[in-house]
């Protein structure tokens, strides 16, 4: 029923725990230290007691011995409040330590996140993440924990009682300790299903996450389509693996007890018999007798806690690889070391033959040449899915070129420092995005430290000033999570005013006006067209009314630029631009545009 643990997996455990050790305990070694310290007080005092119960026993039926009775019972419990008070003073000290340890390895995996390219979160779920920063951070800390409290109790009071055992009656010790290495063998091989279960367990946890994430996410959805079976089905194929990997795992430790208690059965029906023998037939002392047998009913709780170690480290170790998983990923978009920041003079960008695929062999970009002038709005127009989002998220860096050049007065944005690339860009995407608070709080995250006045201000030039003003809380007024309080258009707008706090000489606007009446969409393009003097604007359009005031039109299609020209220009020459156009709204009203 359960299969071999592979040697390699053991060692892979151990090594995984050196460098957990490390990366995260080095820090707190004097605190382990510490914690061991009294952990190995716990263990002498546990031997103490096994050892003093010979005399204890021979005094009471030696009646001249009584007057050092009391001695002995004063010093018995003064033991047990050591005993108790160095497992106080190590829980403390084990339990801050474990803390501390959780709060770096949250913060390690958060700064290692924030700076990962866009793909590496495009290809996972966000509550893949919750899951990594919250479960598997206090698998590190329990790992450690388990270390520090099985090496120093448990192994010590095992060594201490194997002592004294050895030393009342060597025979029967060697007996009772023949019974470990069967132990060992049993638990070697429950160890591989602990830890299949305990990886089972944390991937159910995370679907968990994600469909309760979706479910508040896309509660609208849910109700319009009737998937609340549905959800309800995918909630309870999570909760039913996570069910179960737990019973598994829990299983596992139950086996481990299962086994532990048989053999110490065993061992210690096996010592008493014996014993008895020696007392009754032999007249050995009763004091030895039962200061061996009380050393090995000692010793079975920490031989128990022991027997379960690896099991546990191993759960614990499933944590500390997916903490690992992240820490270890390579880093694409960590602010360039040396790299000169960019210089932007006029703001002229230029693509060059810019190739780029998401997926291997699937270009999306297949060449593309443009050039968009300071001073000047471009726009990019054409079919769904030829490119548009792509290009603008190339000139940020967003993903790296695979071929030809992206550049900003001439200096190659993969060669500049990284930081200093995005400071220079304010960019409103295709799908806004707000943060948790208020209004104020989103409009003034385009730059930190802005005064009222200018988040006033560029909420006005976003023609958002009005439907704010006209919130009980005004500006003060929160938005929900991902903005759901609000509009699709006065999320666009805020997501405009941001963009012009930010003051950038590149402005990069994805379908800026998408979600937005003609009146709002007239007014917030005058905005823009105000912001054009003094900086770049690149924008992505698909409404005529954005597209015929820029200054030079791409037609982006199939990863090219088709063509290019005002709208005049375009109009005339009666190409791609043309026939896409004269689709949507006739030739005659192209031509009256022109
Ligand atoms: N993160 C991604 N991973 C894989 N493929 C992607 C990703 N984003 C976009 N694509 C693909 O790249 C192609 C171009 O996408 P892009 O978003 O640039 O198009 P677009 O011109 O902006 O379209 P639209 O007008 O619909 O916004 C599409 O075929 C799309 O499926
Ligand atoms: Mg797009």
Same mark, same amino acid.
Not at 59 to 86: N, P, S
Not at 185 to 203: E, G, L
Not at 205 to 218: A, P, R, Y
Not at 414 to 428: M, W
């Given at each position: 029923?359960?299969?071999?643990?592979?040697?390699?997996?053991?060692?892979?455990?151990?090594?995984?725990?050196?460098?957990?050790?490390?990366?995260?305990?080095?820090?707190?070694?004097?605190?382990?230290?510490?914690?061991?310290?009294?952990?190995?007080?716990?263990?002498?005092?546990?031997?103490?007691?096994?050892?003093?119960?010979?005399?204890?026993?021979?005094?009471?039926?030696?009646?001249?011995?009584?007057?050092?009775?009391?001695?002995?019972?004063?010093?018995?419990?003064?033991?047990?409040?050591?005993?108790?008070?160095?497992?106080?003073?190590?829980?403390?000290?084990?339990?801050?330590?474990?803390?501390?340890?959780?709060?770096?390895?949250?913060?390690?995996?958060?700064?290692?996140?924030?700076?990962?390219?866009?793909?590496?979160?495009?290809?996972?779920?966000?509550?893949?993440?919750?899951?990594?920063?919250?479960?598997?951070?206090?698998?590190?800390?329990?790992?450690?924990?388990?270390?520090?409290?099985?090496?120093?109790?448990?192994?010590?009071?095992?060594?201490?009682?194997?002592?004294?055992?050895?030393?009342?009656?060597?025979?029967?010790?060697?007996?009772?300790?023949?019974?470990?290495?069967?132990?060992?063998?049993?638990?070697?091989?429950?160890? /591989?299903?602990?830890?299949?279960?305990?990886?089972?367990?944390?991937?159910?946890? /995370?679907?968990?996450?994600?469909?309760?994430?979706?479910?508040?996410?896309?509660?609208?959805?849910?109700?319009?389509?009737?998937?609340?079976?549905?959800?309800?089905?995918?909630?309870?194929?999570?909760?039913?693996?996570?069910?179960? @990997?737990?019973?598994?795992?829990?299983?596992?430790?139950?086996?481990?007890?299962?086994?532990?208690?048989?053999?110490?059965?065993?061992?210690?029906?096996?010592?008493?018999?014996?014993?008895?023998?020696? +007392? @009754?037939?032999?007249?050995?002392?009763?004091?030895?007798?039962?200061?061996?047998?009380?050393?090995?009913?000692?010793?079975?709780?920490?031989?128990?806690?022991?027997?379960?170690?690896?099991?546990?480290?191993?759960?614990?170790?499933?944590?500390?690889?997916?903490?690992?998983?992240?820490?270890?990923?390579?880093?694409?978009?960590?602010?360039?070391?040396?790299?000169?920041?960019?210089?932007?003079?006029?703001?002229?960008? /230029?693509?060059?033959?810019?190739?780029?695929?998401?997926?291997?062999?699937? &270009?999306?970009?297949?060449?593309?040449?443009? +050039?968009?002038?300071?001073?000047? /709005?471009?726009?990019?127009?054409?079919?769904?899915?030829?490119?548009?989002?792509?290009?603008?998220?190339?000139?940020?860096?967003?993903?790296?070129? @695979?071929?030809?050049?992206?550049?900003? &007065?001439?200096?190659?944005?993969?060669?500049?420092?990284?930081?200093?690339?995005?400071?220079?860009?304010?960019?409103?995407?295709?799908?806004?995005?707000?943060?948790?608070?208020?209004?104020?709080?989103?409009?003034?995250?385009?730059?930190?430290?802005? @005064?009222?006045?200018?988040?006033?201000?560029?909420?006005?030039?976003?023609?958002?000033?009005?439907?704010?003003?006209?919130?009980?809380?005004?500006?003060?007024?929160?938005?929900?999570?991902?903005?759901?309080?609000?509009?699709?258009?006065?999320?666009?707008?805020?997501?405009?005013?941001?963009?012009?706090?930010?003051?950038?000489?590149?402005?990069?606007?994805?379908?800026?006006?998408?979600?937005?009446?003609?009146?709002?969409?007239?007014? +917030?393009?005058?905005?823009?067209?105000?912001?054009?003097?003094?900086?770049?604007?690149?924008?992505?359009?698909?409404?005529?009314?954005?597209?015929?005031?820029?200054?030079?039109?791409?037609?982006?299609?199939?990863?090219?630029?088709?063509?290019?020209?005002?709208?005049?220009?375009?109009?005339?020459?009666?190409?791609?631009?043309?026939?896409?156009?004269?689709?949507?709204?006739?030739?005659?009203?192209?031509?009256?545009?022109?």
């Amino acid at each position: 029923m359960l299969d071999r643990t592979p040697p390699e997996d053991q060692i892979g455990a151990f090594r995984m725990l050196g460098r957990l050790i490390r990366d995260f305990g080095r820090d707190h070694i004097r605190g382990y230290l510490l914690s061991a310290l009294l952990l190995a007080l716990v263990a002498l005092s546990v031997t103490a007691v096994a050892a003093m119960l010979k005399p204890v026993l021979n005094g009471m039926v030696a009646a001249e011995k009584f007057g050092q009775m009391r001695a002995m019972a004063f010093e018995v419990v003064a033991l047990f409040v050591l005993r108790g008070a160095a497992t106080f003073g190590s829980m403390l000290t084990l339990s801050r330590i474990g803390n501390r340890i959780v709060a770096t390895a949250q913060r390690r995996v958060f700064d290692r996140l924030l700076n990962q390219n866009l793909m590496f979160f495009q290809d996972r779920h966000s509550s893949e993440f919750v899951a990594r920063l919250v479960i598997a951070a206090n698998g590190v800390r329990d790992s450690l924990q388990l270390v520090v409290q099985s090496g120093a109790r448990d192994l010590l009071s095992i060594v201490g009682l194997a002592a004294v055992m050895i030393y009342q009656d060597p025979l029967v010790a060697a007996g009772a300790i023949c019974a470990l290495p069967i132990l060992v063998f049993f638990i070697r091989r429950i160890i /591989t299903k602990v830890k299949r279960f305990a990886k089972r367990s944390f991937q159910g946890s /995370t679907q968990i996450m994600q469909t309760m994430s979706e479910t508040v996410l896309g509660a609208r959805i849910i109700k319009a389509f009737n998937l609340e079976a549905e959800m309800r089905e995918r909630m309870a194929r999570s909760v039913r693996t996570v069910e179960g @990997s737990a019973n598994r795992i829990a299983a596992g430790n139950g086996l481990t007890a299962l086994l532990a208690d048989t053999l110490a059965g065993l061992a210690i029906g096996f010592a008493v018999y014996y014993g008895s023998w020696r +007392v @009754s037939v032999q007249h050995a002392d009763v004091g030895s007798f039962v200061s061996f047998l009380g050393a090995l009913l000692l010793a079975y709780e920490p031989a128990k806690r022991l027997s379960a170690f690896s099991v546990n480290l191993q759960n614990g170790m499933v944590g500390a690889r997916l903490i690992y998983e992240v820490l270890d990923a390579p880093l694409d978009d960590a602010p360039s070391m040396g790299a000169p920041p960019l210089q932007v003079t006029e703001g002229r960008i /230029t693509l060059e033959r810019a190739r780029f695929a998401y997926r291997q062999g699937e &270009d999306v970009l297949d060449g593309v040449d443009l +050039v968009a002038e300071p001073n000047q /709005t471009t726009a990019l127009v054409g079919p769904s899915g030829g490119g548009k989002s792509t290009i603008l998220g190339v000139i940020q860096r967003f993903f790296v070129l @695979s071929g030809g050049r992206a550049t900003i &007065d001439s200096q190659d944005v993969a060669a500049v420092d990284l930081a200093s690339l995005r400071a220079r860009i304010a960019f409103v995407s295709q799908d806004v995005f707000l943060f948790r608070g208020t209004i104020r709080d989103n409009i003034a995250l385009g730059r930190i430290g802005a @005064s009222e006045d200018e988040i006033v201000e560029a909420a006005r030039r976003a023609n958002a000033h009005d439907f704010i003003m006209s919130f009980a809380e005004g500006y003060d007024a929160s938005v929900g999570e991902q903005g759901t309080q609000l509009s699709g258009g006065q999320r666009q707008r805020i997501a405009i005013a941001r963009a012009i706090l930010k003051n950038a000489p590149i402005l990069l606007l994805d379908e800026p006006t998408a979600a937005l009446d003609s009146e709002s969409e007239r007014e +917030v393009q005058t905005a823009l067209d105000a912001l054009r003097m003094g900086r770049t604007t690149m924008v992505v359009a698909h409404r005529l009314q954005t597209i015929v005031g820029a200054d030079r039109i791409y037609v982006i299609e199939k990863g090219r630029a088709i063509e290019s020209g005002s709208h005049k220009e375009l109009v005339a020459r009666e190409g791609a631009y043309c026939s896409f156009f004269a689709a949507q709204f006739g030739l005659g009203a192209l031509r009256s545009l022109a």
